[in-house]
């Protein structure tokens, strides 16, 4: 069985993830497509008050097995579309130990601070500072397959580049240049990304 193709979209919160992903399922014609958002495993979480330390707990495993269902739907065959947020560094060495490497196109999900606070007011369902806070954490391990900024690009055309970039992605993977660097020790080093949608 050919396992799946997985787009990985990463960036903070309120940056767009969510909007390019369905134009992504919209346009893509090659194969059946899933949506897999972080927030909607969050969102199947039981709604009974949780304390502190528990919810820490229960969050680190959602995210967990977040990962692994990715895994699983592209083990099988089906192709998916990732969005997350890899704001703390053990989500991305998960997604790096679960994810095979080569089936993974990286792509950073941009857009300046002051636009994201602007969505976050905007939306009204998001804590506010969030996406701040988040700011200079989901894209700390510096490496892309490809990049784009939904400030200049909208979603539709982050997608239709994607498209376009998917046939050829790169070898090595983003991915797999950070498993040898962060997981291996490998020292590979990062290799700038595609640049980003202007």
Not at 17 to 24: D, F, G, N, Q, V
Not at 166 to 190: K, M, Y
Request: charged share 25%.
């Amino acid at each position: 069985m050919t396992p799946g193709r997985i787009i990985f979209l990463n960036g903070t919160s309120s940056s767009g993830k969510s909007s390019i992903a369905r134009e992504l399922l919209d346009i893509l014609e090659d194969g059946v497509f899933f949506h897999l958002a972080v927030d909607g495993f969050n969102a199947m979480r039981t709604k009974r008050e949780l304390g502190s330390e528990e919810l820490d707990a229960a969050l680190r495993r959602t995210r967990m097995g977040f990962h692994r269902s990715i895994a699983a739907m592209a083990e099988v065959g089906n192709d998916v579309v990732v969005d997350h947020v890899l704001s703390e560094p053990w989500r991305l060495l998960d997604c790096l130990t679960v994810l095979p490497p080569e089936d993974v196109l990286f792509v950073g999900v941009h857009c300046p601070l002051d636009e994201l606070a602007r969505r976050e007011a905007s939306r009204g369902d998001r804590p506010p500072g969030l996406a701040a806070h988040q700011y200079d954490l989901v894209h700390g391990h510096g490496d892309y397959d490809l990049e784009c900024d939904t400030s200049t690009a909208g979603p539709r055309a982050c997608a239709r580049r994607i498209k376009e970039f998917l046939p050829n992605r790169p070898s090595p993977t983003a991915f797999t240049r950070l498993r040898g660097r962060l997981l291996t020790g490998g020292g590979q080093g990062s290799r700038a990304a595609e640049p980003g949608l202007s």
